[in-house]
């Protein structure tokens, strides 16, 4: 939803201040900066955890493991975590 937000910002961005009087610069650059990084977590960092939470990948854990504790599958788990942050 971010990603379709922010390339919908850059578009307006773009069309409202095309001339050459305006004073406002250029936020492709950002833009694109931005996109880079949510590309970078999409990518790289939710599989490198979903690996690593589905044993793939063998690192230490810093928490401790808690046997008792009820296993939610991976994908609910990332919907409950980012769901306060769209709030």
Avoid: C, D, E
């Amino acid at each position: 939803m971010h990603i379709i937000t922010t390339i919908f910002l850059s578009i307006v961005i773009n069309n409202m201040f095309n001339n050459n009087t305006s004073q406002w610069r250029n936020p492709r650059g950002l833009i694109h900066g931005l996109l880079s990084v949510a590309l970078g977590q999409i990518f790289i960092v939710i599989p490198y955890y979903y690996l690593l939470r589905k044993q793939y990948i063998q690192r230490p854990f810093i928490q401790k493991n808690n046997n008792n504790s009820n296993k939610i599958p991976f994908l609910p788990m990332l919907v409950i975590y980012l769901i306060p942050i769209q709030i």
